[in-house]
């Protein structure tokens, strides 16, 4: 089964969550704790989204995966955990630790996609 591909444009779409919220990129940037450049970037998909960074805007946007990428809203929870079941998991540590545990979690992942002979996401 050939699976279709979708083209998401994840940055324009935080963009307009950002804009409809009337926050600025400087705002935004200030409550994740990065530089404005880091969010233009993101917004113009200069450089990809991580986990981490995701759940911290979608708290910052006040908005739900589902709002986000309304085209997996299909998918039933014991197929995906949500992100703030995940985002919750990870309250208890640092930044750093999450940084940790999601880039082991990572290369896990692509070590086992390697193994299957599947390419990396962006490759």
Known sequence: METEKRDINIGERIRNFRKQKGLSQHQVAEALAVSTSVISNLENNKSMVGVYTLLQIL????????????????????????????????????????????????GLAHSLMKEEGEERPGK
């Open 59 to 106: 708290e910052v946007l006040d908005i739900g995966v589902e709002e986000l990428l309304p085209e997996y809203s299909h998918v039933e929870d014991r197929e995906l955990i949500g992100f703030r079941d995940v985002f919750d998991f990870f309250e208890g540590y640092t930044p750093d630790q999450t940084r940790d545990i999601l880039n082991r979690m990572t």
